[in-house]
């Protein structure tokens, strides 16, 4: 106990009462009930009303303790925050405010000095009664500065939005002055307050506009149309009562700042729905690459540098695959990115058409589609982001993971280019036809092509080889060296020429470097895999799913016979030796057949065949809700042909091969592993022996840190309709599936629409 503590009044805070029986001492709060044992703490409890010294409880000798006990005894009830020492008794007028800050774990007399202290307060936007906070300020004891005062040991903004533009300038005169500020928006029918920023410990306002703006990319793109900028205006709505706690609520938690009481949620906005009264805190953090509190830097220096993958055992077995962390630790690492305000991802829901076993869940628009008018915003949010699995948290880690891999793959600026034309970077480029794979005849053809095919199946304009673009650096885990690809192939939205573009083959997030770079090779020898198949139509061996002795198969297709369906498997595995299947399902209770898939590929041929058949669920149940797959098709010709057209009796490709014996598991030869880095190197030492090079770009984001790259492999086939010469006409002749090329104008005439 500190020196001078004797002197002091010794008493329970004032936020709690005491009881005391034969069964022990209750301390009694707002919060609950406190119980504390033993005739010794029963004796003192009932002197420590705050009117003895400790002197005066030594001479009582509460229970025959000895003097040291009884110092002794009340140190533990003060380090149990149960007990303070006080100047002098306070009046009784006084007593509900020292009440308060002993809740708050703060000396009564400290907090009360500090809110007694000066704070600036000022407003930018329109509709704003700075008046009705400042009065509910200084009803606290607080001074305020109205327009705002540079002595004043905190700054209240008020605002209209949070994205006001005037905000940069408050957020830039407080970094300069190393000064904390509090944000909050009294307007409207939902109260916003907080963070508090404080200069060089914390976030910016950038860090938390740019989450902003990311979810109103519908009003960006608007007020784009428009010709605005900034946010649009919206009429306001509100009422007295609601104003009238806005500036309360606002004047509290300034004054519990000024007062010393520091929590986790200073850190975040809280948001109050006056509709519903739901309040919620949503956590802002520091951006890393914030060019204006971070290191804008660190993006491009994560590009120049090398990827050396290190050994990583699979520490769990999860519905789509071997991890480094399980679902539920994914989950609560990356939790924090889920918020409607803060985060990435507004929210996370399951799809509940169709029977539970879909586990099918969404995690909000298509962060990798650029909405550049009204009818591409439209289309990239009905193409969400989604997860699948086994399990229910397998597909909710799953849509969380594919949200925050199309974010990392989306253009924001600091990425290092390169500018350069082709010819003059002679072998340090790859060239972009390698990776688009387009056949001459199709750049010729592309006008009519273009205008009766959806988007994602449009062909580029001609590459011209002497022209300058920007270039990024990728790793070859082959070669162990760099090389250069358009910046424009590998992120969404990048600015360059239209002769080349970015998807998503290849894109793929991880639990670990190891797993990200595993899933992104896997994705390309599914894709691959699945165009020879589809493209060429050449017939494949069912799977027999009896064999695999997995009960989960069992009720999947006892779901799928509930709701009219069947469904089956074929085994479409390429050159590459993984297993590669592909999940078919039809209507059987009506004309229309309906037909969808899903694909999936892995080492594990027991892992493949979940993802095919997981993918298959995840897909399933916009097709359910609607009409012969009205839903599906609606901004896509090719999937309107596809549902209006396909039976299994005219594309016989899509079912089991009866000239071939089912394959079961034993089929494959697969010898499980440990290590996720041993993956990779097997499938690279696999594509090296066929002639082919694996490249990797870390696309990481700092702020975000769940690990996504991009991964590409020149030569190998899109599923998309890219009908070069190369692997598309080679691989089923070389496999025996052909005995001689598909003629370029006999290839499948239905492009693979997913």
């Not at 951006?287 to 050396?308: K, N, T």
């Not at 969380?400 to 002679?426: K, W």
């Not at 449009?458 to 090389?483: I, K, Q, Y």
Request: proline share 7%; net charge negative; charged share 25%.
């Amino acid at each position: 106990m500190h020196a001078g503590a004797s002197a002091r009044l010794v008493g329970f805070k004032r936020h709690l009462r005491a009881a005391i029986s034969d069964g022990g001492t209750f301390l009694f709060s707002e919060r609950g009930v406190t119980a504390l044992r033993g005739p010794q703490v029963a004796a003192l409890a009932s002197l420590l009303d705050g009117t003895r010294d400790l002197a005066t409880l030594q001479r009582s000798r509460p229970a025959g303790l000895a003097a040291d006990q009884v110092v002794g005894l009340v140190q533990q009830l003060i380090d149990a925050d149960l007990v303070a020492l006080r100047p002098d008794p306070a009046p009784a007028a006084e007593a509900p405010e020292i009440a308060y800050w002993d809740s708050c774990g703060l000396d009564p007399v400290t907090a009360r000095e500090g809110v007694s202290g000066r704070v600036g307060l000022t407003a930018v936007g329109t509709h704003i009664d700075v008046a009705a906070v400042a009065q509910a300020l200084e009803a606290s004891g607080t001074s305020v500065a109205l327009g705002g005062d540079e002595t004043a040991e905190l700054t209240v903004v008020l605002c209209d939005d949070y994205l006001n533009p005037e905000l940069t300038h408050v957020d830039a005169a407080h970094r300069a002055a190393g000064r904390p500020w509090l944000l909050a928006k009294p307007v409207g029918g939902q109260v916003w307050i907080g963070p508090v920023f404080q200069p060089g410990a914390g976030p910016c306002l950038h860090c938390l506009t740019t989450r902003l703006w990311g979810h109103r990319n519908a009003e960006a793109t608007a007020q784009r149309l428009l010709g605005e900028s900034g946010p649009a205006q919206r009429p306001l709505a509100s009422v007295a009562p609601l104003a009238g706690a806005a500036a309360q609520l606002i004047a509290l938690e300034a004054t519990k700042w000024q007062g010393g009481h520091r929590y986790p949620g200073q850190h975040s906005v809280w948001t109050f729905d006056s509709l519903d009264f739901r309040g919620r805190h949503h956590e802002v953090r520091a951006r890393p690459q914030c060019p204006h509190c971070g290191d804008p830097s660190l993006v491009a220096a994560q590009a120049w540098s090398p990827i050396r993958l290190r050994p990583v055992r699979r520490a769990c077995y999860a519905g789509g695959g071997y991890r480094s962390r399980t679902p539920e630790q994914v989950l609560r690492r990356y939790r924090h990115l889920v918020s409607p305000v803060s985060g990435v991802i507004k929210e996370i829901k399951q799809d509940t058409r169709g029977p539970d076993l879909f586990n099918s869940f969404r995690s909000g628009p298509n962060f990798g589609a650029v909405a550049g008018d009204v009818d591409a915003l439209r289309s990239s949010l009905r193409d969400e982001s989604g997860g699948k699995g086994v399990t229910a948290i397998d597909a909710e880690v799953g849509a969380l993971c594919e949200a925050l891999e199309r974010i990392s793959g989306r253009y924001h600026g600091d990425e290092v280019r390169v500018r350069a034309s082709f010819c003059s970077l002679g072998e340090e480029a790859i060239h972009p036809g390698e990776l688009l794979l387009y056949d001459e005849k199709q750049y010729a053809d592309r006008r009519r092509w273009n205008a009766e095919h959806a988007p994602a199946q449009h062909v580029c304009e001609p590459f011209d080889e002497n022209a300058e673009l920007d270039w990024t650096p990728v790793w070859s885990l082959t070669g162990g060296h760099h090389r250069l690809v358009p910046t424009r192939m590998l992120y969404y939205g990048a600015p360059g020429p239209r002769s080349v573009r970015a998807d998503s083959n290849g894109n793929a997030a991880g639990t670990c470097l190891e797993d990200a770079v595993l899933q992104g090779l896997l994705e390309l020898v599914e894709r691959d895999a699945v165009a020879l198949w589809w493209y060429n139509r050449t017939s494949a061996p069912g799977v027999d799913l009896d064999a695999f002795g997995d009960p989960w198969l069992a009720e999947l297709r006892r779901a799928y016979r509930e709701i009219g369906r069947e469904v089956w498997v074929l085994d479409v595995s390429a050159d590459l030796e993984v297993p590669v299947m592909a999940a078919v399902s039809r209507r059987t209770d009506g004309p229309a057949e309906d037909i969808m898939f899903g694909f999936g590929a892995h080492l594990d041929p027991h892992i493949a065949l979940r993802r095919a058949l997981t993918e298959l669920n995840q897909l399933m149940p916009a097709l359910l809700s609607a009409d012969a797959g009205a839903e599906f098709s609606a901004d896509d010709p090719d999937a309107r042909r596809w549902w209006r057209t396909a039976t299994a009796a005219n594309q016989p490709y899509l079912v089991p091969d009866r000239a071939q014996p089912l394959r079961g598991p034993g089929d494959f030869g697969h010898r499980p592993g440990a290590d996720l880095a041993a993956d990779v190197a097997s499938l690279t030492t696999r594509l090296r022996a066929r002639g082919l090079e694996a490249f990797v770009l870390d696309q990481t984001r700092p702020d975000l840190e769940l690990p996504v790259v991009k991964v590409m492999v020149p030569g190998m086939r899109h599923f998309w309709a890219r009908f070069a010469p190369g692997r598309l006409y080679d691989v089923p002749v070389r496999l025996g599936r052909l005995r001689e090329p598909t003629p370029y104008a006999e290839l499948n005439p239905l492009p693979l629409f997913l």
